[in-house]
């Protein structure tokens, strides 16, 4: 029979199962209670912190063999032991006999006899207590990797669900692009379109190196041990935030002039960032078209957009993307102005 539970792990009854909350573990970098559920499905459940963005872990209870407690340094670790043999950590850097007597709990609820002496083993690496400032800074520069490949995963998986876009003629009524007819052709000048969700992402990306950098003019750039390791640590972090806010600069602020005079399309895009100018003749295209970028927007899962883009599609050569971020509405007006002025035949898959 374990030991009663400490007065610190609070034990709520749900309709999905049994909660144990816990306080945040001792050493780590981010608040965030930790809280363990036996469901009423059959899953062990485990999740530190609270929201839909605190990654959870569970395990059927099926699966569960053996649930243990052992050292992590002066504190414990809890794990569960599956049937495939894969050892979890489920709580680590909490007082030994709080994990004891959860552990005791959790055979209960999920049916798990207790472990001998013989059956015990070392427990799982748990995550690593920084001590030093430069472990706490390359820890911060990985939890931003980490969290870009979770935006892309989620772009990734939204962008299956995204609608087509369609053929557009009639010019939005919110748009500000001038429309000029001539002769042998028409203009389209297009203004910036000014800071947007990207923009303050790419500005958002500049304040973790920004403030490395000024911690770093409060220590000469170099830690408690005399190294300059705080300046690569600072160096990396802003090469990172420069690749993304840079690009997005120039979408906010670019200027692009397309015109087509007779069978040729002149495209100039400039910003102070960057300038470039491209040519085509109607021969050598197969097709321009809105599309996306790749990204998607939105506030949740259920209401994802594609990223509109309009694409240039030349013969044999990798399409060029222009106006990303605009109205989907607008830039599907804008490349069915253009194909029409140089006579491209529709495809069931331009816009």
């Known amino acids: 029979m374990s030991a009663t539970l400490p007065s610190q792990i609070e034990v709520l009854q749900s309709a999905d199962g049994v909660h144990f909350r816990l306080p945040p573990p001792a050493g780590v970098y981010h608040a965030g209670h930790h809280e363990v559920c036996v469901t009423t499905d059959g899953k062990l459940r485990w999740q530190t912190g609270s929201g839909s963005s605190a990654p959870a872990q569970e395990v059927a209870l099926d699966d569960i063999v053996r649930i243990a407690v052992g050292p992590f340094g002066d504190l ?23 994990l004891e007597a ?21 427990a799982p690496p748990g995550p690593r207590v920084f001590t030093s400032r430069a472990e706490r800074r390359a820890a911060a520069i990985r939890e931003m990797g980490e969290t870009l490949r979770a935006i892309y995963e989620q772009i990734q998986s939204a962008g299956a669900r995204v609608p087509e876009f369609r053929e557009n003629p009639e010019q939005p009524a919110n748009s500000r692009v001038i429309h000029q007819v001539h002769d042998n052709g028409v203009t389209l000048i297009v203004p910036a379109g000014g800071p947007g969700p990207f923009f303050l992402f790419g ?22 041990e005399g190294s300059y390791g705080p300046v690569v640590m600072i160096v990396i972090s802003w090469a990172i935030a420069l690749a993304v806010f840079l690009p997005t600069y120039h979408h906010a602020f670019a200027r692009v002039v397309l015109a087509v005079v007779g069978d040729e399309l002149e495209m100039l895009e400039c910003s102070k960032v960057r300038a470039r100018r491209r040519g085509w003749n109607r021969a050598d295209l197969t097709d321009v078209r809105a599309g996306d970028n790749g990204w998607v927007s939105g506030s949740d899962d259920s209401n994802m957009t594609p990223v509109a883009q309009l694409h240039i599609l030349p013969n044999g050569e990798k399409k060029v993307g222009l106006l990303a971020g605009r109205d989907a509405a607008e830039v599907c007006w804008i490349a069915t102005v253009l194909r029409r ?11």
């Open 102 to 122: 959860l552990a005791g709990d959790l055979r209960r609820h999920c049916r798990v006899p207790t472990p001998t002496s013989s059956d015990l083993k070392p």
């Open 203 to 224: 500005c958002a990306m500049c304040i973790l190196p920004a403030i490395f950098t000024l911690a770093g003019l409060s220590t000469g750039f170099h830690d408690t």
């Open 76 to 98: 414990a670790v809890l794990s569960v032991e599956t049937r495939q043999g894969v050892p979890r950590a489920v709580c680590t850097g909490y007082p030994r006999a709080w």
């Open 341 to 351: 002025a140089l006579r491209l035949p529709h495809s069931p898959s331009s816009c």
